[in-house]
T-cell receptor, first 116, second 114 residues
Framework: SAVISQKPSRDICQRGTSLTIQCQVD?????MFWYRQQPGQSLTLIAT?????????ESGFVIDKFPISRPNLTFSTLTVSNMSPEDSSIYLC?????????????FGPGTRLTVL | AQKVTQAQTEISVVEKEDVTLDCVYE???????LFWYKQPPSGELVFLIR??????QNEISGRYSWNFQKSTSSFNFTITASQVVDSAVYFC???????????FGTGTSLTVIP
């Protein structure tokens, strides 16, 4: 398993500003992911954070809006840029352990973002 | 097409009742993994169970049980003698061996009324 922490746990931000969310894992992992969960909705994958290279973004998400860093195998950041109220969501970091005979994904506690 | 379908959006039960949360999945992979997660009001996703496609044994853990049926592509979750603390949103998810992405259902919001 993996223990994941996120900072901040919650924040209230003004429109037009940016917020960087940090994700720290207690062990080295290959796969790290960032998800968004809008109010009352399911989880949507934003991107896969790749160590040493640019993140891989899912359809509908772009690097200019959600820049991601992954400087090493235990840490990643997600920035929500030029925020608007529509960005109010829970942002979750997760790590994937993909090893036969199972795939598994562990989630951080989430960052609850409110944009005014 | 939706890979994981949770048709029940919201369920309310009275404490001590049994409740079953439905999950239907779709995949062409022969090797895949199914999961259930619980998300209480605090927002954290709590891992409940993982099932491999080649293991159809049903599982019981305390008041929780899971019924995996490949013939109907279903992975249903039953809570026996529900408690107020079971109130949460429950997500079913699928991961295919051919890729690394998790596909989440839309979640079922369970309210247990005291």
């Amino acid at each position: 398993s993996a223990v994941i922490s996120q900072k901040p746990s919650r924040d209230i931000c003004q429109r037009g500003t940016s917020l960087t969310i940090q994700c720290q894992v207690d062990s080295q992992v290959t796969m790290m992911f960032w998800y968004r969960q809008q109010p009352g909705q399911s989880l949507t994958l934003i991107a896969t954070a790749n160590q040493g290279s640019e993140a891989t973004y899912e359809s509908g998400f772009v690097i200019d809006k959600f820049p991601i860093s992954r400087p090493n195998l235990t840490f990643s950041t997600l920035t929500v840029s030029n925020m608007s109220p529509e960005d109010s969501s829970i942002y979750l970091c997760s790590v994937g352990l993909f090893a036969d005979p199972y795939n598994e994904q562990f989630f951080g506690p989430g960052t609850r973002l409110t944009v005014l | 097409a939706q890979k994981v379908t949770q048709a029940q959006t919201e369920i309310s039960v009275v404490e001590k009742e049994d409740v079953t949360l439905d999950c239907v999945y779709e995949t062409r992979d022969t090797t895949y993994y199914l999961f259930w997660y619980k998300q209480p009001p605090s927002g954290e996703l709590v891992f409940l169970i993982r099932r491999n496609s080649f293991d159809e044994q049903n599982e019981i853990s305390g008041r929780y049980s899971w019924n995996f049926q490949k013939s109907t592509s279903s992975f249903n979750f039953t809570i026996t003698a529900s408690q107020v603390v079971d109130s949460a949103v429950y997500f079913c998810a699928l991961s295919e061996a051919s890729g690394n992405q998790f596909y989440f259902g839309t979640g079922t919001s369970l309210t247990v009324i005291p």
